[in-house]
T-cell receptor, first 114, second 111 residues
C-alpha cells in the first residue's frame, strides 16, 4: 500500500530535549516536505526536499533541521525544542516528474513541548 | 508570492443539499490544484487533483473545477451526507513544487 509513515504519532517532551520525528514514504517520490498546523494559522511549510541531499527552507524553518540521505526518508529534527513548537506536524511526499504532482500526507505527529 | 483563500470559512447545511466550496489563488502559474479533506486531529486525505491543463475532475459525488485565468477553483459536493462533515482545504502547486494551502472551509452536514 502506498503510504507516508510518520513516527511517533504522539510525543510529549520537555524544553531542550532533542527529538527526531521520522518520515518514510514507499512511493519512490523525489519531493518530500514537512508542515506544521496550528489553530488559526493553517498549514505552514517548515522544510522541503526536491531530492536526495537537496533541502530548502519553507516559511517557518527556525528551530528545525532536516536531512535527506535516502530517497525514502526525511526526518525532522528539533535540536532544542521550545513550547512554541507544540503543534501538529505533517510529512508529505510527491512525484516531481510526469503530470501528476499529487501530494500525499502522513497521519500526523502531535508534539507537546512542556 | 502565491496566496490562497477559501470562502466560506465555515458552512452548515442540512443533509441532502448540494453545496459549493470556493478556493481563490493570486498567481495563475500553477502546475495543478488539489483538494483535501481533513477530519479533526487527523491527516489530510486527497480528494481531487486538477492539472493546469484540465477544467474539471470528478470522483463520485465530488466535482472540482479550475479556472486559471480567474484564479479560482470550486469543489461541488452533491447530495451532502453527515459523513461529509470535515474541513476541506485546497492547495495550489506552483512550478517548483511550492505547495500553498488555503485556510480551509469547515463543513457541517446536519442529519
Amino acid at each position: 500500500e502506498a503510504q507516508v509513515t510518520q513516527n511517533p504519532r504522539y510525543l510529549i517532551t520537555v524544553t531542550g530535549k532533542k527529538l527526531t520525528v521520522t518520515c518514510s514514504q514507499n512511493m519512490n517520490h523525489e519531493y518530500m516536505s514537512w508542515y506544521r498546523q496550528d489553530p488559526g494559522l493553517g498549514l505552514r511549510q517548515i522544510y522541503y526536499s526536491m531530492n536526495v541531499e537537496v533541502t530548502d527552507k519553507g516559511d517557518v524553518p527556525e528551530g528545525y533541521k532536516v536531512s535527506r540521505k535516502e530517497k525514502r526518508n526525511f526526518p525532522l529534527i528539533l535540536e532544542s525544542p521550545s513550547p512554541n513548537q507544540t503543534s501538529l506536524y505533517f510529512c508529505a511526499s510527491s512525484s516531481t516528474g510526469g503530470v501528476t504532482g499529487e501530494l500525499f500526507f502522513g497521519e500526523g505527529s502531535r508534539l507537546t513541548v512542556l | 508570492k502565491q496566496e490562497v483563500t477559501q470562502i466560506p470559512a465555515a458552512l452548515s447545511v442540512p443533509e441532502g443539499e448540494n453545496l459549493v466550496l470556493n478556493c481563490s489563488f493570486t498567481d495563475s502559474a500553477i502546475y495543478n490544484l488539489q483538494w483535501f479533506r481533513q477530519d479533526p486531529g487527523k491527516g489530510l486525505t486527497s480528494l481531487l487533483l486538477i492539472q493546469s491543463s484540465q477544467r474539471e475532475q470528478t470522483s463520485g459525488r465530488l466535482n472540482a473545477s479550475l479556472d486559471k485565468s480567474s484564479g479560482r477553483s470550486t469543489l461541488y459536493i452533491a447530495a451532502s451526507q453527515p459523513g461529509d462533515s470535515a474541513t476541506y482545504l485546497c492547495a495550489a502547486n506552483n512550478y517548483g513544487q511550492n505547495f500553498v494551502f488555503g485556510p480551509g472551509t469547515r463543513l457541517s452536514v446536519l442529519p
